[in-house]
């Protein structure tokens, strides 16, 4: 990959993230006061930069076939949930992102928050809020950083093109005082899912020791056509709900049966809920670990786990065979798992969902 395209790929990425940021900050700064919210969004972006600092280095120190494998899988992982969510998005079975309705929900919620402060903090709920706003988007900032300027061995890119996105969408949303709604992100989340999805395929399939046809050449390939496939997807996704909504509603005009006689309703006193208890140290070790697994993994494990095993798979023929020829044939495995999964779970959460 050249500079120039290092550059603008995490350039896209990392300013959906910031978008999604400036959203709560502003909201939470605009209802409750900027000097905590602004405390809140400093801190956060101290811890980010300590992270960065340390994983940088410790990222570009580990040898290229296993930094191509690990963080290439991780990055395969996450793409294929952003495509997913784009898909359905696309196909209709999914709300769109609405930045004004986040806005909307955001300063209701930090106008009904008691106000009360902590040593220097003002509003402790505005810096809170903040914090873990920035912090949560930025962690995901950082990870597009380490993951791409890492596998490339040249993080400083990364991080500069990370720091023009969000200075970029901080200035905005100071200059407008507004969440940047006419930001198209439903549209840049889908060109940056099929770039996360391309690369991570790309650098893991690599990782394993498979040769992809032509080097470097083959990502002009790859990428269009996961961008195809996606495309595809979401037109049949969309049919199949068309489908679908027009024999519900053949059905609805039916007369239905009337409900047989001497069927008694279930009776008996409501259950109260119980009361909430503070999770202890090891509930919060649990939410840790699943905040982990939903990062790594998201809402399809079968998806992962099929692309791990088939990138698992490539490795173990690839170290098997030592004739060049071969390991150029051995990325059709990964590339057939993350077709047959991916379309297996869009069907399945197109049978679970209805038309957004």
């Not at 100071?174 to 549209?187: D, G, M, Q, Y």
């Not at 140290?281 to 699943?290: I, K």
């Not at 030592?322 to 390991?327: A, Q, S, Y």
Request: aromatic fraction near 6%.
């Amino acid at each position: 990959m050249s500079v120039a395209a290092l550059f603008l790929t995490v350039l896209l990425a990392c300013a959906v993230e910031a978008v999604e940021a400036l959203t709560v900050v502003l909201a939470v700064g605009t209802t409750r006061g900027w000097r905590s919210a602004s405390q809140g969004t400093a801190a956060a972006l101290v811890g980010l930069a300590a992270v960065v600092a340390v994983l940088g280095p410790a990222v570009s120190a580990i040898p290229l076939n296993a930094l191509r494998l690990v963080v290439g899988t991780l990055l395969l992982l996450f793409g294929l949930q952003w495509l997913r969510k784009a898909v359905l998005r696309a196909a209709g079975l999914k709300a769109l992102h609405d930045e004004e309705a986040a806005f909307a929900r955001q300063t209701a919620a930090a106008a009904r928050a008691e106000a009360g402060g902590r040593g220097r903090v003002h509003d402790w709920y505005a810096f809170t809020l903040a914090f873990k706003a920035v912090l949560l988007e930025g962690l995901e900032v950082v990870f597009i950083v380490v993951t791409f300027g890492g596998s490339q061995h040249d993080v400083p890119v990364a991080a500069v093109a990370a720091l023009c996105a969000v200075a970029v969408v901080a200035t905005a949303g100071v200059a407008v005082r507004a969440p940047l709604s006419r930001v198209p992100e439903n549209t840049m989340k889908f060109a940056v899912s099929v770039m996360l999805t391309g690369f991570g395929l790309f650098w893991s399939t690599e990782g394993t020791g498979a040769d992809w046809p032509g080097g470097d050449l083959a990502l002009l390939v790859l990428l269009p056509s996961v961008a195809l496939l996606a495309l595809a997807g979401a037109a049949l996704l969309r049919r199949r709900a068309a489908r679908r909504a027009a024999a519900r509603r053949a059905a609805a005009r039916r007369p239905e049966p009337a409900p047989a006689a001497g069927g008694a309703p279930a009776t008996g006193a409501p259950t109260q809920a119980p009361a909430p208890q503070r999770p202890g140290t090891a509930g919060r070790l649990r939410s840790a670990l699943a905040s982990v697994y939903d990062f790594v993994v998201g809402d399809d494990w079968r998806t992962a786990l099929g692309v791990v095993a088939a990138l698992a798979a490539t490795a173990g023929f690839a170290h098997g065979f030592d004739g060049g020829d071969w390991r150029r044939v051995l990325p059709v495995l990964p590339v057939l798992a993350v077709i047959v999964f991916t379309a297996d779970a869009l069907l399945r959460a197109a049978r679970a969902a209805r038309p957004a």
